[in-house]
């Protein structure tokens, strides 16, 4: 079934962990996004993709980074966590009708 | 800067009454305005945009450049209409969010 995927749903680590989110689409969309979410607030651009090979920061600063080897595959990964980085994380994609974002569940990080 | 405002983070309306969600947008250039939905336990997910002038489960918005809104609304509420609703908007292909209205009709 064309869907977009995240994985884990919920996490709990300690700090200086390093973790990798990840985020796969069926539907065989170009564009990719990854946003970051706390309670309450708007979600803030961190990571966009265009296309395999092609990966851009977004308007939030983020100490994460992502890759874009596979069209359906943009996991994003921290290298040492901190609590500062507990929060929720959606992935989202397109197909380039701009405007609707298909997105996933949510990966929700809690770093101890 | 582009910049989306949605200055209610929480509203509540009886069911049948009408319900306004508002709006407000920065940008200089020609606005793609969406408003997004979050039902519980649901994903996030898109209602309308204004480019399509379209009704979608009785929500309709108009953008008014003048005053740089989008608001959403509803003439008569119902239950299943509470919800996490967030505008949106869009530039360069990326979508700009505001922090989001929860909506909750009570009966």
């Known amino acids: 079934e064309a869907d977009i995927y995240q994985t884990p749903r919920y996490l709990v680590i300690g700090t200086g962990k390093k973790i990798t989110l990840e985020c796969s689409q069926t539907?065989?969309?170009?564009?990719m996004y990854w946003y970051q979410q706390d309670p309450g607030m708007e979600l803030h651009l961190i990571h966009y993709s265009y296309g395999v090979n092609s990966t851009e920061k977004g308007d939030l600063s983020s100490e994460s980074t992502v890759s874009r080897i596979r069209t359906e595959h943009f996991p994003l990964t921290l290298e040492s966590a901190r609590p500062s980085h507990t929060s929720q994380y959606l992935c989202?994609?397109?197909?380039?009708?701009?405007?609707?974002?298909?997105f996933g569940e949510g990966s929700r990080l809690t770093v101890l | 800067a582009q910049r989306v405002t949605q200055p209610e983070k929480l509203l509540s309306v009886f069911k049948g009454a009408p319900v306004e969600l508002k709006c407000n947008y920065s940008?200089?250039?020609?606005?793609?305005l969406f408003w997004y939905v979050q039902y519980s336990r649901q994903r996030l997910q898109l209602l309308l945009r204004?480019?399509s002038r379209e009704s979608i489960k009785g929500f309709t918005a108009d953008l008014n450049k003048g005053e740089t809104s989008f608001h959403l609304k509803k003439p008569f509420a119902q239950e299943e209409d509470s919800a996490m609703y967030y505008c949106?908007?869009?530039?360069?292909?990326?979508?700009?969010f505001g922090q989001g209205t929860r909506l909750t009709i009570n009966p």
């Open positions: 989202a994609s397109t197909d380039g009708h701009f405007g609707e974002l298909f």
């Open positions: 204004h480019i």
């Open positions: 539907m065989g969309h170009d564009k």
């Open positions: 949106a908007l869009g530039r360069a292909q990326k979508l700009v």
């Open positions: 940008y200089s250039g020609s606005p793609e």
